[in-house]
């Protein structure tokens, strides 16, 4: 321990660090060397180095500005101060371009008297200078309340509801439209039937004069009253089924508002749209009203229809479900309800729904149901909801196999993609099924690189899009599609030659709806499965459960089966998105009128009263 009287020693003074010492040594090299010279008073010459750059700076006049140049060659205007732009001594003309004409020698400022109304920059009342404006009494130069000639856009061209009518109205299929009267003939199946003259007169117009064997079994026992359960596949003639004996009953009455007459459930929107571009002229005929509720559109258009009074409302599950709760409608006159694809809408999850607007219809209505099978809940519903009904089932499965080729290509996995390009690239409509969403799009996008025009058509699109490649598929500008299957259940297109299912699907029963794809009203078609070897045993598993005698086979790609189903090399020439937009969207983009943009703004602007350029209040920049 230190004595209290020793003294107390002095601390080490740190030792400095290398960027310390390297910064002393600078500051004190700084201090020894000369100073640069001041030049008070003077301003610096364009002369080179080595020689005197330094001059007088003369005395300018009041109202002008010396010139000043930095050392770089450019003007150096000083600092600025409160003086205002018009104390330079009038307005300086830009005589520093080179060459051109410039504003200024045209004679005095041309009016610009080509617009079509609207203000115009000349109209002001003299050109304004900044310096003017002032928060004092003096008005700031006021625009007109009204341009003239100025026409609001009216047109919502995002509504989802007048996009769908229109495509659907675009894309409805091509048929055999008679003008004036039809002679109905003495052996039209579909008089002999009993159904309403009007309905018979406009199938026939339609050319339709032969029914399917589920519309010959199932339209006498539904005008009749009774419930009906109908089997069958996708593609059997269900849509007439149910709604030509529906509208004959519903015939001559009229729709309340809010409560409508006729209902038809439907699992999908693509379905939905189907069903009703099929009934919709019969329904004109007869003098009722339609409607088509799903998700995705609009609500307004949905509910005003409602408001007016709809005879047949067409819907999906979940739409209807969000009408009833909102109060839009209610289902205590629906004289007649149908369940299209009941097997389907037990599959997405809908049971409660369906069971929750059937609870809502009014007891002792007509019941007609159509399913490919009865389980999954489907046999609950008949059982709660359906009085003695009649069974139909002319369309078993093991029917519509056997009017179908069926091939279970056994490939390896190298080869694959060059399989699927071949195939897809065979004259006719042609279906690609893929598992997922991501799938469908990139299945699309390599058939596309190879030169095939192949679209992908799943769920995560919008309905827009959804609308115009299926259009575009039907009227055969875009020969392949490329689908999932939930969205290929709306996919009701006829002389689809082929599917083909790059991915196989999970149980047999996903593999006859995608099959019932083609080979429609008893019609040949094909369906490849193309099988890894992984997945052998089970594509064995299903096709036993299916009823296939199909088994898989070994395929190359010099194969003579590639070769029977007119498969052919790809062009290899990639499709462009341009060049692909065009083939699923043929007609021209819509034009605005005149040559504003949104809100009536002038080019380049950003609506309403529009931008300036550069913030320049007073004559336009060039």
């Known amino acids: 321990m230190r004595d209290e009287g020793s003294p107390v020693p002095a601390k080490k003074k740190p030792r400095w660090t290398t960027a310390q010492k390297n910064a002393a040594a600078k500051k004190k090299a700084a201090a020894k060397a000369p100073k640069k010279p001041y030049h008070r008073g003077q301003a610096p010459t364009e002369a080179p180095r080595g020689k005197d750059r330094w001059r007088d700076r003369e005395d300018a006049p009041a109202g002008e500005r010396p010139k000043r140049v930095r050392r770089d060659g450019s003007e150096d205007r000083g600092s600025r101060t409160w003086q205002r732009r018009d104390d330079r001594g009038g307005y300086q003309r830009r005589d520093d371009r080179d060459g051109g004409q410039r504003r200024d020698d045209r004679g005095g400022y041309q009016r610009r008297d080509d617009r079509d109304g609207g203000q115009r920059r000349d109209d002001r009342g003299g050109y304004q200078r900044r310096d003017d404006r002032r928060r004092g009494p003096a008005p700031r130069f006021e625009r007109e309340q009204a341009r003239r000639g100025f026409a609001p856009r009216t047109e919502h061209v995002e509504d989802p509801e007048a996009l769908r009518q229109e495509a659907d109205t675009w894309t409805s299929s091509a048929r055999s439209s008679l003008s004036g009267p039809v002679e109905v003939a003495e052996d039209n199946g579909f008089a002999a039937?009993?159904?309403?003259?009007?309905?018979?007169?406009?199938?026939?117009?339609d050319a339709i004069t032969t029914p399917f064997a589920i519309q010959a079994a199932a339209i006498p026992d539904a005008l009749a009253g009774k419930d009906v359960l109908g089997r069958g596949q996708t593609g059997s003639g269900k849509t007439l089924a149910f709604g030509l004996p529906m509208l004959a009953r519903l015939a001559?009455?009229?729709?309340?508002?809010?409560?409508?007459?006729?209902?038809?459930?439907?699992?999908?929107?693509?379905?939905?749209m189907q069903v009703s571009d099929s009934l919709e002229p019969l329904v004109h005929?007869?003098?009722?009203?339609?409607?088509?509720?799903?998700?995705g559109l609009s609500?307004?258009?949905?509910?005003?229809?409602?408001?007016?009074?709809?005879?047949?409302?067409?819907?999906?599950?979940?739409?209807?479900?969000?009408?009833?709760?909102?109060?839009?409608?209610?289902l205590d006159a629906v004289e007649v309800a149908v369940l299209d694809e009941a097997d389907h809408m037990a599959d997405m999850g809908f049971l409660p729904s369906v069971t929750r607007i059937l609870d809502e219809c009014a007891p002792g209505g007509q019941r007609l149901l159509f399913s490919a099978t009865l389980d999954r809940g489907v046999g609950d519903l008949v059982e709660a909801y359906m009085s003695d009904p009649v069974t139909h089932s002319t369309d078993e499965a093991a029917a519509s196999?056997?009017?179908?080729?069926?091939?279970?290509?056994?490939?390896?996995?190298?080869?694959?993609?060059?399989?699927?390009?071949?195939?897809?690239?065979?004259?006719?409509?042609?279906?690609?099924?893929?598992?997922?969403?991501?799938?469908?799009?990139?299945?699309?996008?390599?058939?596309?690189?190879?030169?095939?025009?192949?679209?992908?058509?799943?769920?995560?699109?919008?309905?827009?899009?959804?609308?115009?490649?299926?259009?575009?598929?039907?009227?055969?500008?875009?020969?392949?599609?490329?689908?999932?299957?939930v969205a290929a259940r709306g996919i009701h297109v006829d002389d689809v030659s082929l599917v083909m299912q790059v991915d196989p699907p999970g149980d047999h029963k996903d593999y006859l709806h995608r099959a019932g794809r083609t080979a429609?009203?008893?019609?040949?078609?094909?369906?490849?499965?193309?099988?890894?070897?992984?997945?052998?045993?089970?594509?064995?598993?299903?096709a036993d459960?299916?009823?296939?005698?199909?088994?898989?086979?070994?395929?190359?790609?010099?194969?003579?089966?590639?070769?029977?189903?007119?498969?052919?090399?790809?062009s290899g020439v990639p499709i462009s998105d341009a060049d692909f937009r065009k083939l699923v969207d043929p007609r021209p983009a819509r034009r605005h009128s005149g040559t504003r943009g949104p809100r009536g703004a002038r080019d380049h602007r950003g609506g309403g009263r529009g931008g300036r350029q550069g913030g320049y209040r007073g004559r336009p920049r060039d």
């Open 252 to 272: 001559g009455g009229r729709a309340r508002s809010r409560k409508p007459r006729g209902l038809v459930l439907v699992p999908t929107r693509e379905l939905a």
């Open 193 to 205: 039937l009993g159904l309403p003259e009007v309905l018979v007169e406009r199938l026939a117009r």
């Open 285 to 295: 005929v007869s003098g009722l009203r339609i409607k088509l509720v799903a998700g």
């Open 520 to 542: 429609r009203a008893g019609e040949k078609g094909s369906v490849v499965t193309l099988v890894l070897p992984h997945q052998r045993k089970e594509v064995t598993r299903m």
């Open 545 to 570: 459960q299916a009823g296939l005698e199909a088994r898989p086979t070994r395929t190359t790609l010099d194969d003579e089966v590639l070769t029977d189903l007119g498969a052919v090399e790809p």
């Open 299 to 330: 609500y307004t258009g949905q509910t005003a229809a409602l408001d007016k009074g709809v005879d047949v409302l067409i819907a999906t599950p979940g739409r209807l479900v969000d009408l009833l709760d909102r109060g839009a409608l209610t």
């Open 401 to 485: 196999v056997s009017t179908m080729e069926h091939h279970l290509m056994l490939i390896e996995p190298n080869i694959k993609k060059q399989i699927t390009a071949r195939i897809a690239s065979r004259p006719g409509r042609t279906v690609v099924f893929a598992r997922t969403k991501l799938g469908c799009e990139r299945i699309a996008g390599e058939l596309r690189e190879a030169g095939v025009a192949a679209a992908p058509l799943h769920g995560g699109l919008s309905q827009s899009q959804r609308n115009k490649t299926i259009g575009a598929f039907r009227t055969g500008t875009l020969p392949v599609l490329v689908a999932t299957d």
